[in-house]
């Protein structure tokens, strides 16, 4: 069943992008695909449609159907389903792709699936022949609400996550919630602690709608689900406009949690702990911190352990890790935001605002893993 479409633009000048949200629309991502790049119905379309093989039935199946039936010559490749498939190995086989597909520069490349294929995708995009352009569908909770909006784009490194990359805006994002009907509990629940995250850094009345509309989360009704992306699309677009290549400090907000969220993930072992499940705890970390420094009233940490823990998060750091504390500072000394060993960490002042804080001894930081 489908219902009207909703679009947020994400407003960066020349690399503006329309984002159209809806329930049941993905069969028309062919006419939108001509649409955002302003191809009359008679121009040829190539397109290569990357994609994952949990995800190619029926999603990009019916991804490539719609593409088809505007006169697009497509041809889609399914990568292995896991974070594994985001390697440069990867990414080269899919450069080969590309080359036998006789794509030119005005050949496109669109990414449907989960956060991994839409980070691999955009960036063959962004490297293959200086630059294809790029269409998202994405198909998890956490890449319609953060990967596919903003233009981070990157494989990883033997040696870290994501350290190989590069900003590639797409053309447009299609979200169709209704290809969340076949995701995992687990992995929609990792979305669910990105959208929380939206409303203690920027948006209190989000927060209070969350908390209000709890039932709905977990059934995963569409309207919900509608304003669910919907707002947070809104809200990353915001930041993305206000400080696209992150060099303002402000998208640096959407790292709330990811601190410690980091470490816990490496050390339970990539794939153990999602990285939603990770920030979900990372987020109460962060806020008990904010609570130590007198930033933030402890009520406030525990109105968000209420609601992650209402649509099934964890909140509480994996006993196993209580006592690894130098190998959590040294996770905590590989993320992006530290500065010549200063850790820096985002922190609440309130619900729905956070600052950015240097500074602060490790005693304290690692205080906080447990509760009082
Ligand atoms: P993912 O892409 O691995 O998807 C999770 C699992 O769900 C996979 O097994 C996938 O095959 C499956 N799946 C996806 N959609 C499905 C569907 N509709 N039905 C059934 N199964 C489905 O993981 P993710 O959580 O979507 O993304 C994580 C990745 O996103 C990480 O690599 C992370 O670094 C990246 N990320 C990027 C940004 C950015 O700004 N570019 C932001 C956040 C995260
Ligand atoms: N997910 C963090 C960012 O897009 O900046």
Redesign the pocket.
């Known amino acids: 069943m489908s219902s009207p479409e909703q679009t947020v633009q994400v407003d960066l000048a020349s690399r503006s992008y329309d984002i159209s949200i809806g329930h049941g629309h993905l069969g028309t991502i062919g006419s939108l695909t001509r649409s955002w790049l302003q191809l009359a119905d008679e121009q040829p379309l190539k397109c290569l449609i990357i994609t994952?093989?949990?995800?190619m039935q029926p999603?990009a199946t019916a991804a490539k159907q719609s593409l088809d039936a505007v006169g697009a010559e497509t041809r889609v490749i399914a990568v292995n389903?896991?974070?594994g498939a985001?390697s440069l190995q990867e990414a080269s086989d899919l450069y080969d792709q590309l080359v036998d597909f006789r794509a030119d520069r005005k050949t496109i490349v669109m990414a449907v699936?989960?956060?991994?294929?839409?980070?691999l995708a955009?960036f063959v995009a962004a490297t293959y022949a200086r630059g294809l352009r790029f269409i998202q569908a994405?198909?998890?909770l956490?890449?319609m609400v953060?990967?596919?909006?903003?233009g981070?784009?990157?494989v990883?490194h033997p040696k870290g996550?994501?350290l190989i990359g590069a900003f590639h805006q797409p053309a447009g994002v299609l979200i169709d919630t209704a290809?969340?009907?076949?995701?995992?509990e687990r992995?929609y629940r990792?979305?669910l602690a990105?959208v929380i995250k939206y409303g203690v850094i920027l948006d209190v009345e989000f927060f209070d709608w969350l908390e209000q509309n709890i039932d709905g989360l977990n059934r995963r009704d569409p309207d919900v689900m509608r304003h669910v992306v919907a707002r947070s699309c809104e809200l990353k677009a915001w930041v993305v406009r206000e400080d696209e290549y992150e060099t303002k400090g402000l998208r640096a907000v959407l790292n709330y949690g990811h601190t410690y969220a980091h470490a816990f993930e490496a050390l339970s072992g990539y794939g153990q702990l999602?990285?939603?499940e990770a920030v979900s705890i990372g987020m109460i970390c962060g806020s008990r911190l904010a609570a130590r420094l007198g930033r933030i009233n402890s009520s406030d940490t525990e109105r968000q352990a209420k609601l992650l823990t209402a649509v099934g998060l964890p909140v509480e750091v994996p006993s196993a890790m209580h006592d690894q504390h130098d190998a959590i500072l040294n996770c905590m000394l590989l993320d992006k935001k530290t500065v010549a060993g200063d850790l820096k960490f985002v922190l609440p002042d309130r619900i729905g605002h956070v600052e950015t804080i240097g500074g602060i001894d490790s005693d304290t930081v690692l205080a906080c893993l447990a509760g009082d």
């Open positions: 994952d093989t949990n995800v999603h389903a896991g974070e985001k699936g989960g956060g991994v294929v839409g980070d955009g994405p198909t998890t956490l890449a953060d990967s596919s909006v903003g981070k784009t990157g990883n996550k994501n290809t969340m009907e076949t995701l995992p992995e990792a979305g990105e999602l990285h939603g």
